[in-house]
């Protein structure tokens, strides 16, 4: 097999696998322009293996792309009809924006300590970070809740955002990010007698640009999608995000599903489009594989 058409098989593949992950978002948003009744027409929840058995299952696996009717009916009831669905968009909002602004400030000024700075047992207490980062959610979830009620947070949004904000997942990347810049940058300021501000504000900062940009999409798609500790912590159904709520839809209303599940991931999509080159960069400068 030459190198030509090893090309082309892997850019075959590679096109399959593509068009195979998107398949979801796609139908989804076309899905959100049809009629409730063209959806349905299309999917069933009742199939069993009798059903199969007499050759519904082709009904089944018919996915619809193209709508045959095209309405603006469901979008119209979401955003206009329904200032609830606006109000839970707003509460993502304000938990989600708080912790990417706050996690890309601690974490800069974290990872700024941990490089530069020269201090005893610094590679210790950046292990206890790395051992933290590596616990998986429902393991901190318990501590997290016994502290927000030491505190009179169990039912704030504190409990959810300032766990977020020392999230030790920052410090890390931004840290390796760090680890690339040049000593001589510093060594050089250094003997010209810049201070440790100047140093950060001047050196540090626009060098950090992409992993900063990475880290603030890759924070901002993880707390926009928050489910468990808006369960545990947020028990009044208008103050719980959308993340949530979307699964409390009717289903008999799947047109309304399908258009607000659209709406819920333009911010996610338009970030992710915005800013595709800077988590590339961001994310290579890690060293992160």
Known sequence: MNRRLQDRVIIGILSFLGILFLMPLIVTITNSF??????LSHYTTSLSVFDLVSGIKEKFIQIPLIPSQITFSQYKEALINQ????????????I?????????????????????????????????????????????????????????????????????????????????????IPKEYFEAAQVDGASSFYIFWHIVLPQMKSGIAALSMLVFIEYWNI???????????????????????????????????????????????????????????????
């Open 34 to 39: 049809m009629t409730g009744n063209d959806i």
């Open 83 to 94: 200032p609830a669905f606006l109000i839970l968009l707003v509460n993502s909002l304000k």
């Open 96 to 180: 989600t924006v708080p912790v990417v602004v706050g996690n890309v400030l601690v974490s800069v000024l974290t990872s700024y300590g941990f490089t530069i700075w020269n201090w005893k047992h610094k590679e210790k207490v950046f292990f206890i970070y790395i051992v933290v980062m590596l616990m998986p959610l429902q393991a901190v979830l318990v501590p997290n809740y016994i502290v927000a009620d030491k505190l009179g947070l169990t039912t704030s949004y504190l409990a959810i955002i300032l766990p977020g904000i020392f999230s030790p997942f920052g410090t890390f990347l931004l840290r390796q990010t760090m680890k690339g």
């Open 227 to 289: 489910v468990e500790q808006v369960i545990i912590f947020i028990k009044e159904y208008y103050r719980e995000p959308l993340s949530v709520c979307l699964s409390l839809i009717p289903s008999e209303n799947i047109s309304l599903i399908f258009a607000i599940s659209t709406v819920y991931m333009v911010l996610p999509l338009w970030f992710l489009t915005i800013g595709q080159k800077n988590l590339e960069k961001g994310i290579e400068l890690s060293g992160i594989k």
